[in-house]
Each structure stands twice: as structure tokens, then as C-alpha cells.
């Protein structure tokens, strides 16, 4: 039984071992059927989607066609056809970075397929990316010359570009190929009014109505020819015809619009933008010509938003940068501006107008280098326009660079000898070099190319004022005057003009007149004050200082000067007052504490007088007045040795001051010490022999020194004095004993004898 199972075993076991490679085979051929069955199947469903796939895109339908056309690429990835059309539906949906990648395979697959390159250009174009989208068009142009899309893609791109040259010259082989071109004759036409060259533009636009009657764009594009032209009757005919082809071209409206706002008819532009804007509400131009009209209608807030909202719809608009940056410079809001035509420039950066008109604000701005920057670029772009040399010799001359400043006016002159603002800043850049008959000159030119040029006139009376010829001064003042009577400066020159030849009367009525005309002026009340001071009106000119502090109550100048004033009338208590006020509005003018120090010494205030001079003298330590006025408060106070110590401070500072040697000759006088009050004395007079004064206190300080002695040493006449007396009586009992001498003498002679 054993080996029977053994047996079936391996009977068993033999036969599964032949039947498997069978059952392997028939699985595997199973297998095999079914997948080329079902890829058949599946790849006759990819081909039914292609043809959905070009439908969908036919039908705009472009999400479908981008979804229809990558369910096909699962099948055939080497299909460079499928990639091409699922390229050119991502352009139609602005994916232009998966447009390029499509464009970039079908490129890798078919490389000799002339439009695989020039859809991959348009789609490097959207991308900004220009120089590759010009690199790929030239490799089409290689691929197929006679191909006139190719060209007119490259002229587009040039055109853009600002590449205006390049442009011409593609368009012009497209003409050569095709003498029926609308579309090159229209873009030609555009490039020939960038360029300023309208004429040939309105001969291109007339030659492409010719080829296609009737073409409301072609009318528009003639329009602007006409419109930079001045012809705006044309402009607007132009316009009108349009806008009868198809009363709906928003374009037509914005053009006619931009015609009324060259007239001046700000109303009508207005009326004319809104209606572009209507037909098309995401027209940004229509909101730039708006925005403007509004601006000139005093409607600022309006014509900002519509500025704005034009930027907001074409954030690469240029033109709005450049009409807004406009407003912002008329408003005098120059940083604003400068931001604004940097935008303008970054998007055209040879474009000569924004490079002016950043100039011009940058100079406002006071920024002169990159002003200077823009206006040389400028300049090399456009070598004969006088007026960025201008512009730019004011720069040179703001910045202190006066002979580069002459250069430019120079060139200015050279270009237009009849430029007369070049006249007259080259007048200003001498009068700054001081040389005034050369400003005289330039001022008398631009006064005979423009009589009316009161500038001119004024300018001409300071340049007669820096040489000291007042009379001739007053008569361009004047004239100046006669041509614009309003003009504050003016009275103002002429005021000074008056006060230096003495005529106070005629200085003070011009003062009056611009106080007439300008009442609420503070700094004018000051000057007539001043000038009535110098004619000796002191209470005329207390009225027109109290006028100016009742204007400006802040301003401590003005205390100050009336101050001064009382303390001249010698009314101190008010000089005290209007000092103290001064000190409040601005503590840390040194002047203001002397000034009161003065006028409380005056009131006999002495400790007071002293503490405000000691103030001074902390924020002045090198003024000798503050000294001697410190000196006399402490010699008032009989502080001799003080007084001594700060007359020899202010002597320190101004040795050759007579006054001060007299002064501490007088403190050491009082002191008693008069060998130095007479060394003092003595050096007065040697720095002015004409000191009375001095010669007195001379005189009286060798006096009281003789008398010092005196009172010091009168003991000793005194003890000569008692010693005469004494020997006076003494000899009056001497001759008695000498006669008994001489008797006993003489009694023993006679004994001896």
C-alpha cells in the first residue's frame, strides 16, 4: 500500500510539473490579449479626445481643451502637435509659464516647426521675458524667411520695447513681401507717431484705409497724428468718422477726449472719457484722460481716484504715472512726483519727457545729482534741446558747479539765441559771481526779447544795488512795479533801495504798501518798525512792534527789538517786560539775559542784573560786553575786587579798549588802590589821549595817593617837629652854664698865671 501511494505520488507530481508551463503560456497570452485589446480601444479614445480637445479650443472652451489634451498626452508623450495646442490653450487661459513648457517640449520633439517657436516667443513675451522671446522669433525668421508672421511678431516685440528703429525696418521688409499688409501699415503708423514723425504717419494710415476702407482704428490712430500735429479740427474729424463706423469704439471717444484737453475744453474731455469709460469700464486710459480733465477742473480728489483706479486696471501704465506724477508736480508735491515718473521711466527708459520732468522734480526736491543724471541722459538722446540744458544748467547752478551752470546756458544760447530764460539764469549765475556787468548785460538782452519781463527788471536793479548805483536800482524797481503792481519783493527792494541813500519817507511808503497787501504779516510791521527807528520815530516804531507781536505773539525776535527800543527811551520797566518774554519763548539765547541784565541794572536791581549777566556769560564766555556790564552791576554792589577781576576778563578779550582800562582805573580808585588805578589810567590815555575823563581821574588818583601818604606817614613831620621844639628849649638854658664855665676857666688862668 505504501509504494502504490509513493507511486501515485510521483505520477502526480510529474503531471502537474508538465501541465504548468501550459496553463503559464495560456494565461500569459490571456494577459496579452487583453492589454493590447484594451490600449487599442484606449488609444482610439485618445484620438477621439484630440479632436474634442481642437473643438473645445475652436469653441473657446479652453479649460476643456487643456483637460482634453492631457488625458491624450498620457498616451502619445512624444506627440509634439498635442503639446503645441494644449501650449496655445494655456495662453488663452494666461498660464503662460505652462504655455512655454508646452511649447519648450513640442520644441524638443519637432524642432523644425516653425510655429512651435513663435508660439513659444508670444508666450515669453506675455512672461516679459524679451530677450528670449526675440531669440526664439529670429529662430523662426531662420527657419522660414518669407514667413511675414514671423517679422510682424519681432516688430510687435521691438515695438513694445520701445525699439522703434527695429521695428520700422521689420515692418518695412513685411511691405516688400506684402504690399496689401493692413496690419503692417497700421503698426507702422503707430510706430511713425511714437517716433514724432506724423507725417509718414498719417501717409501709412491713409495707405491701410486704402487696403481696408472704413477701420475705425485707423481714423483714431490719423487722430493722434493730427492731434500732435495742433490740426485738432482734423483730430477730432477723425475721431467723429470713427465713432460713425461704430458709434461703440470706446477708443474713438478717448482720442477726442484727449483732443478736448489739448484745447483747453476740459468739460467736454471729460464728458468724452466718460463715455469710454461706459463702453468699457476696464478702459485704464479712459480713467488716465479723465483723471487730467478733472485735475484742470479744480475736481483734484476725482481726478486722483480716477488716476488711481487707472493704475489699479494697468499697473504698467505708464502714461497715468506720467499724468499723475504732472498733477502731483502742479500741486507742488514734487516727492510724489519723482516716485511717479520713476514708474513712468522704469517702463520707458529712454522716453525723454519723463526723464525731464523727474529732473524737474528732482531740482525742486533739491536733489540735484540725479537730476543732473536724468537731464544728461537726456541730453544724449536729444542733443538740440535748449531747454533740458537750462533745466540742467539750474541744477549746476543750485548745486554751486557756476561754470559747468555757464556751460549749459551756453549751449542754450547756442541752440536759441533767442531763449530768454537762458538769459536770465545766466544772469543769476553772475550776479552769484559777483561779476554784475555781465548780469546787467543778460538782463538788458532778456528785457529786449521780452519787454514785459519784470523778473528781468529785478534782477537788473540788484545787480545795480551790488555795485552801489541805488538810483539806477530804484528806477528797474519801479519799472518792475509798473509792470506788476502786486508784487511784494518788489517794495520791498525798492524800500531797501530807498533806506540806503537815507530817503527813510519813501522806504517806509513802500513799506506800507505791501502791508496793504499783505495785513496779516508779521515780519513787515518789523521792517517799517525798523525804518521808523532810523528816522528817529520811536513811537511809531513801538506801534509797528506791537503790531507784529499782536500778529505773531511767539516770535521772540519781536520782543526783543522792542525791548531794545524801550530800554533806548530808556523806559527799562517795559524793556524788562518784553526781555523776560523774549527769555520765555526762547531760553537759550544769551543775548536776551545781557539785554535784561542791562535793564534791570538800570532799575538798581542789582542781584538780579547780575544772575541774569552770570546766565549770559555761560553761553558766551567770550563776549567782553557781558563782562564789563557784569563788572559795572558789581561795582554798583561796591563789589571792587569782583568788578576788578571781570573788567580785566572783558580787557583779556579787547585789549585795545580804552574804556576798560578806565573803568577798572575807576573800580581800584574806589578800592583805595591807587598805584593801579593810576597804572590803569595812564593806560587809557596812552590808547586815547583825548580822554578827558581819564586825565581828571588821573589827576584825583595822584591826589588821594598824596594824601594816603600823608594820612599813612604824618608822624613822622610830627616826631621832626617835637625834636626842634626840644632843642629850641633846650638852648634856651644852655647859655647860663656856660658862662660859669668860662668864669671858672678864667679864674684859674688867673690863678695859674
Same mark, same amino acid.
Given at each position: 500500500m505504501v509504494s502504490d501511494t509513493i507511486v501515485f505520488r510521483q505520477r502526480y507530481s510529474t503531471l502537474i510539473f508538465c501541465l504548468f508551463p501550459i496553463v503559464f503560456?495560456?494565461?500569459?497570452?490571456?494577459?496579452?490579449?487583453?492589454?493590447?485589446?484594451?490600449?487599442?480601444?484606449?488609444?482610439?479614445?485618445?484620438?477621439?479626445?484630440?479632436?474634442?480637445?481642437?473643438?473645445?479650443?475652436?469653441y473657446r472652451d479652453y479649460r476643456e481643451a487643456v483637460a482634453l489634451y492631457s488625458s491624450v498626452i498620457e498616451y502619445y508623450p512624444h506627440d509634439a502637435e498635442l503639446y503645441y495646442f494644449r501650449g496655445l490653450a494655456y495662453i488663452q487661459v494666461q498660464e503662460y509659464e505652462k504655455a512655454a513648457d508646452d511649447f519648450s517640449i513640442a520644441i524638443l520633439y519637432n524642432p523644425t516647426e516653425q510655429r512651435n517657436w513663435l508660439q513659444r516667443a508670444l508666450a515669453y513675451s506675455f512672461l516679459v521675458r524679451n530677450d528670449d522671446a526675440r531669440t526664439d522669433m529670429e529662430r523662426a525668421i531662420v527657419l522660414d524667411p518669407m514667413n511675414t508672421g514671423a517679422y510682424f511678431m519681432l516688430a510687435c516685440l521691438n515695438f513694445r520695447d520701445?525699439?522703434?528703429?527695429?521695428?520700422?525696418?521689420?515692418?518695412?521688409?513685411?511691405?516688400?513681401?506684402?504690399?496689401?499688409?493692413?496690419?503692417?501699415?497700421?503698426?507702422?503708423?503707430?510706430?511713425?507717431?511714437?517716433?514724432?514723425?506724423?507725417?509718414?504717419?498719417?501717409?501709412?494710415?491713409?495707405?491701410?484705409?486704402?487696403?481696408?476702407?472704413?477701420?475705425?482704428e485707423i481714423f483714431v490712430e490719423q487722430a493722434f497724428s493730427h492731434m500732435k500735429k495742433g490740426n485738432y479740427a482734423h483730430a477730432v474729424m477723425d475721431c467723429n468718422t470713427a465713432i460713425k463706423i461704430d458709434p461703440n469704439y470706446y477708443p474713438a471717444y478717448c482720442m477726442r477726449?484727449?483732443?478736448?484737453?489739448?484745447?483747453?475744453?476740459?468739460?467736454? &474731455?471729460?464728458? =468724452?472719457?466718460?463715455?469710454?469709460?461706459? %463702453?468699457? !469700464?476696464?478702459?485704464?486710459?479712459? /480713467?488716465? *484722460? #479723465? $483723471?487730467?480733465?478733472?485735475?484742470?477742473?479744480?475736481?483734484?480728489?476725482? &481726478?486722483?481716484? =480716477?488716476?488711481?483706479?487707472?493704475?489699479? %486696471?494697468? !499697473?504698467?501704465?505708464?502714461?497715468? /504715472?506720467? *499724468? #499723475? $506724477?504732472?498733477?502731483?508736480?502742479?500741486?507742488?508735491?514734487?516727492?510724489? &512726483?519723482?516716485? =511717479?515718473?520713476t514708474q513712468a521711466v522704469s517702463m520707458e527708459p529712454e522716453n525723454i519727457e519723463y526723464l525731464n520732468r523727474r529732473a524737474d522734480a528732482y531740482v525742486k526736491l533739491g536733489m540735484y545729482e540725479p537730476a543732473i543724471a536724468d537731464l544728461s541722459k537726456s541730453i544724449a538722446l536729444n542733443e538740440r534741446d535748449p531747454w533740458v540744458f537750462t533745466l540742467r544748467g539750474i541744477a549746476y547752478g543750485l548745486r554751486g558747479d557756476y561754470d559747468a551752470a555757464l556751460a549749459d546756458f551756453n549751449r542754450t544760447l547756442q541752440y536759441d539765441p533767442l531763449y530768454c530764460d537762458a538769459y536770465m539764469h545766466r544772469a543769476n549765475i553772475y550776479i552769484q559771481q559777483e561779476q554784475f556787468d555781465l548780469c546787467i548785460m543778460d538782463c538788458s538782452s532778456a528785457l529786449e526779447l521780452s519787454p514785459g519781463r519784470y523778473e528781468a527788471l529785478i534782477l537788473r536793479g540788484d545787480a545795480f544795488v551790488k555795485q552801489g548805483d541805488i538810483d539806477k536800482a530804484i528806477v528797474d524797481y519801479t519799472s518792475a512795479l509798473e509792470l506788476h503792481p502786486f508784487d511784494k519783493r518788489i517794495y520791498l527792494k525798492r524800500a531797501t533801495a530807498y533806506k540806503e541813500i537815507g530817503d527813510f519817507e519813501k522806504a517806509v511808503a513802500d513799506c506800507t504798501a505791501v502791508i496793504a497787501l499783505s495785513p496779516e504779516s508779521a515780519d513787515l510791521y518789523c521792517l517799517r518798525g525798523s525804518l521808523y527807528l532810523d528816522m528817529g520815530d520811536e513811537r511809531s516804531a513801538v506801534s509797528d512792534f506791537t503790531s507784529a507781536i499782536e500778529l505773531d505773539p511767539t516770535d521772540p525776535a519781536v520782543f526783543f527789538r522792542r525791548g531794545l527800543l524801550f530800554a533806548k527811551m530808556e523806559n527799562y520797566l517795559r524793556a524788562h517786560s518784553d526781555f523776560t518774554y523774549a527769555i520765555a519763548l526762547d531760553p537759550n539765547n544769551s543775548e536776551y539775559y545781557h539785554c535784561r541784565g542791562k535793564a534791570l541794572f538800570h532799575l538798581k536791581r542789582y542781584s538780579r542784573a547780575a544772575g541774569d549777566l552770570s546766565v549770559a556769560l555761560t553761553k558766551e564766555k567770550d563776549n567782553p560786553l557781558i563782562y564789563t556790564h557784569l563788572a559795572e552791576v558789581q561795582f554798583a554792589m561796591e563789589q571792587y575786587n569782583d568788578a576788578a577781576e571781570n573788567f580785566s576778563n572783558a580787557i583779556q578779550r579787547a585789549p585795545d579798549d580804552p574804556v576798560l582800562y578806565g573803568q577798572r582805573g575807576q573800580t581800584y580808585l574806589s578800592d583805595k588802590k591807587f598805584t593801579k588805578a593810576i597804572s590803569d589810567f595812564k593806560a587809557a590815555l596812552s590808547l586815547d589821549p583825548s580822554m578827558s575823563t581819564v586825565s581828571t581821574a588821573l589827576e584825583q588818583a595822584y591826589g588821594l595817593r598824596y594824601a594816603a601818604w600823608l594820612k599813612k606817614y604824618i608822624w613822622v613831620p610830627l616826631v621832626f617837629f617835637a625834636y626842634a621844639v626840644w632843642r629850641v628849649v633846650s638852648n634856651r638854658h644852655t647859655p647860663d652854664h656856660c658862662s660859669f664855665e668860662h668864669e671858672d676857666s678864667d679864674i684859674h688862668h688867673k690863678n695859674a698865671v
Open positions: 503560456i495560456i494565461f500569459s497570452c490571456l494577459e496579452i490579449y487583453a492589454h493590447f485589446g484594451n490600449d487599442s480601444f484606449m488609444k482610439k479614445c485618445a484620438a477621439e479626445r484630440k479632436v474634442e480637445g481642437y473643438q473645445a479650443y475652436v520701445g525699439l522703434y528703429n527695429a521695428a520700422l525696418d521689420n515692418l518695412t521688409f513685411i511691405m516688400l513681401l506684402r504690399k496689401d499688409s493692413y496690419e503692417a501699415y497700421f503698426l507702422r503708423a503707430r510706430t511713425f507717431n511714437r517716433l514724432g514723425e506724423y507725417d509718414k504717419a498719417i501717409a501709412d494710415c491713409a495707405t491701410a484705409l486704402e487696403i481696408k476702407p472704413a477701420q475705425p477726449a484727449e483732443t478736448d484737453l489739448r484745447q483747453g475744453h476740459h468739460r467736454s &474731455a471729460v464728458t =468724452d472719457s466718460s463715455a469710454s469709460i461706459s %463702453l468699457k !469700464p476696464n478702459y485704464s486710459r479712459g /480713467y488716465e *484722460i #479723465r $483723471g487730467e480733465a478733472l485735475f484742470y477742473l479744480d475736481a483734484v480728489e476725482r &481726478a486722483l481716484h =480716477d488716476l488711481n483706479m487707472a493704475h489699479f %486696471l494697468d !499697473p504698467c501704465g505708464f502714461k497715468a /504715472y506720467h *499724468i #499723475r $506724477g504732472t498733477i502731483y508736480s502742479l500741486m507742488k508735491e514734487y516727492q510724489k &512726483a519723482a516716485d =511717479d515718473f
